[in-house]
T-cell receptor
Framework: DAGVTQSPTHLIKTRGQQVTLRCSPK?????VSWYQQALGQGPQFIFQ???????QRGNFPDRFSGHQFPNYSSELNVNALLLGDSALYLC??????????FGAGTRLSVL | QKEVEQNSGPLSVPEGAIASLNCTYS??????FFWYRQYSGKSPELIMF????GDKEDGRFTAQLNKASQYVSLLIRDSQPSDSATYLC??????????????FGQGTILTVHP
């Protein structure tokens, strides 16, 4: 049973560029959340997708957008990258009891 | 702004000792609490969850919850060097519009030395 998978594992971009990160949830899970984790901090909630719609959003600007596909996989898009967007981006899928299972993450570096 | 607070540490304990990690939260209506372990450069891994007041034990780990004091703790007995990691406390928001959003503390760095 595959867990939550994310791609790519690492990414280097320059300021102003756009990036797309991808996530496939654990088998049987239909809800995907995205988190941003800056160095030395806990993960910060970006948004959650269910039934192909953004269901809840954290305190992130509109430069952060997402999508969920019919197979429950999801994408996170970030436009007009800033240096401060450098972080580990985590995808989590939700199981029973609201337990969230995290993927290995995508390390984004903005130069 | 709903908050989750943890001592960032580092917390250093000798091998075989009990490590005690603490967490307080501001959302009085929260019902679900989680402890994740995160090794350096890796993603968070769930180690315990607790929903009811009192203690919950799983192997060497015990989670303790006191909703009146808005306090969650994690005890690790017989600490091993492999337990050295950052421990993240996470709280699920209360309320009908919350669909499982977790609010995390900043994490406590635990070092277990031989």
């Amino acid at each position: 049973d595959a867990g939550v998978t994310q791609s790519p594992t690492h990414l280097i971009k320059t300021r102003g560029q756009q990036v797309t990160l991808r996530c496939s949830p654990k088998s049987g899970h239909d809800t995907v959340s995205w988190y941003q984790q800056a160095l030395g901090q806990g993960p910060q909630f970006i948004f959650q997708y269910y039934e192909e719609e953004e269901r809840q959003r954290g305190n992130f600007p509109d430069r952060f957008s997402g999508h969920q596909f019919p197979n429950y996989s999801s994408e996170l898009n970030v436009n007009a990258l800033l240096l401060g967007d450098s972080a580990l981006y985590l995808c989590a899928s939700r199981g029973q009891g609201n337990i969230q299972y995290f993927g290995a993450g995508t390390r984004l570096s903005v130069l | 702004q709903k908050e989750v607070e943890q001592n960032s540490g580092p917390l250093s304990v000798p091998e075989g000792a009990i490590a005690s990690l603490n967490c307080t939260y501001s959302d009085r209506g929260s019902q679900s609490f989680f402890w994740y372990r995160q090794y350096s450069g890796k993603s968070p891994e769930l180690i315990m969850f607790i929903y009811s007041n009192g203690d919950k034990e799983d192997g060497r780990f015990t989670a303790q919850l006191n909703k009146a004091s808005q306090y969650v703790s994690l005890l690790i007995r017989d600490s091993q060097p492999s337990d050295s990691a950052t421990y993240l406390c996470a709280v699920k928001e209360a309320g009908g519009t919350s669909y499982g959003k977790l609010t995390f503390g900043q994490g406590t760095i635990l070092t277990v030395h031989p």
